[in-house]
Every structure is written in structure tokens, then in C-alpha cells.
């Protein structure tokens, strides 16, 4: 809905095109290696808070001439934020993660163009499918319980998966087993994260015979990893 796109966003232009649009935020080539970059912190610091409704920061707004106001500014949006470093361990549990590979075969031909009449037509009959159905969608999500959503994944799955319910079983149970699955694997990624278990993995992925190594090639892999 009201989708906005962005290669490279300021701190003040995310939370203003939010307030703006109310829409899905895209952010692509979204890099995490500057990390000594303010814009990059305080991007990161709005996309972790930006996952719940009533989320916002407050600003001084000018209005006319010396004229200023202490406003919100609303950060509660879907986000889509691509990239290929990856995000840190904090700003990554506010999404599902998909991780995606780059086709080699003729796939990679099937790029949707932008005027292209039957996307067009897809887009009109999702919002006229909204626009129908939002009540019973809403009573669907207030509704929905799973024992294995909790804190954060609930937060992450709940909307998706009310609207899977809503439309068939079939594709609620499909979506349930993947989340079932990503939630798992986002517990690995919260040990990935501890130094012992990055030493372990280390070893494991270089070490390919018996014998003795040098400390510093242990560290090299470490840091690496």
C-alpha cells in the first residue's frame, strides 16, 4: 500500500515519508559495514522502534517563519529493507528474514515491469480486497493465538499470519510451518552471536586435518567468521 522506495535515507526522511504515506516503506542497498556512520545508527534506532503502532519521535517542526511546533512524527509502518551484509542481531529479530539466491537460469529474465497492465491489475484487487474485507481481517488478527508466538515473533508473524487464516487453511497451515521454521532458525542466529560458538564454528569450517595451528590463523578465521 502507498509503497515508497529508497536507496539511501536520512534519519528525518524516514520518519517523514512514514507520517506522510502511512505505507510500505522499501529500503534497499541498506549496508551494514558503516558502523561508525550516525545516519546508519539512528536509521537502525527508528527501525527497531518502528515495528509497533503508537511508535514515533518528536521533533521541532517549523511552520512559518520563526513559528515552531514540538511534533510526532509516526514510525509504525510495514518495512521491506534489503540488503547483503545482513543487519545486526537487535534490528534483525523485528523481521522474518528471507535469504535470497541469484539465479543463474533464465528466471532471472522474469523482472515485473513497472506499467505492466496485469501487475497493475493484481495491485487494483488487493486494495479493492481490503477495502471489502478489512473488518473481518481485524477480527481475525485481534482474535488469532498460537502458543509458539511470543514477545518479538508474535510482533513479526501475527499480521501475516491472521491474513493467511483469513484467506484458506490450506495456505494458513503452509505459512505456519515456515514460521515455525524461521523461528528456530533465528534462535541459531542468537548463538551465532556468543564467541564460543563463533570459535567452534571457525575451527569447524577450516580445520580439514589433524595437526597443530597457529594462534594467528585461528584468529584470522575467527574474525572473519
Not at 30 to 56: F, H, Q, S, V
Not at 117 to 139: G, N, S
Not at 165 to 187: A, G, P, T, V
Request: with cysteine; net charge positive.
Amino acid at each position: 500500500f502507498n509503497a515508497d522506495e529508497s536507496v539511501s535515507i536520512s534519519e528525518s526522511s524516514f520518519f517523514r515519508t512514514i507520517e506522510n504515506t502511512k505505507g510500505l516503506l522499501c529500503i534497499d542497498e541498506y549496508e551494514n559495514d558503516k558502523k561508525k556512520d550516525d545516519r546508519m545508527k539512528y536509521t537502525n534506532t527508528l527501525i527497531r522502534a518502528g515495528n509497533e503502532k503508537g511508535a514515533g519521535v518528536k521533533r521541532m517542526d517549523h511552520i512559518k517563519y520563526r513559528l515552531h511546533i514540538n511534533r510526532k512524527f509516526d514510525t509504525f509502518c510495514p518495512k521491506i529493507v534489503c540488503n547483503i551484509s545482513g543487519l545486526d542481531l537487535t534490528t534483525k529479530s523485528r523481521f522474518i528474514t528471507l535469504t535470497l539466491h541469484k539465479t543463474l537460469s533464465k528466471k532471472g529474465q522474469r523482472k515485473p515491469k513497472f506499467r505492466d497492465p496485469e501487475w497493475q491489475e493484481i495491485r487494483d484487487l488487493c486494495y479493492t480486497f481490503v477495502m471489502i474485507h478489512f473488518k473481518e481481517i481485524l477480527a481475525t488478527y485481534e482474535s488469532y493465538t498460537y502458543e509458539n508466538l511470543l514477545n518479538r515473533d508474535e510482533d513479526n508473524w501475527k499480521p501475516i499470519l491472521s491474513i493467511a487464516k483469513f484467506l484458506d487453511k490450506n495456505i494458513h497451515n503452509r505459512l505456519l510451518d515456515y514460521c515455525n521454521k524461521s523461528i528456530e532458525d533465528s534462535k541459531i542466529d542468537v548463538s551465532s552471536n556468543d564467541r564460543n560458538f563463533t570459535l567452534l564454528m571457525a575451527l569447524k569450517n577450516n580445520v580439514k586435518k589433524k595437526g597443530y595451528y597457529k594462534a594467528k590463523i585461528i584468529k584470522i578465521w575467527f574474525n572473519d567468521k
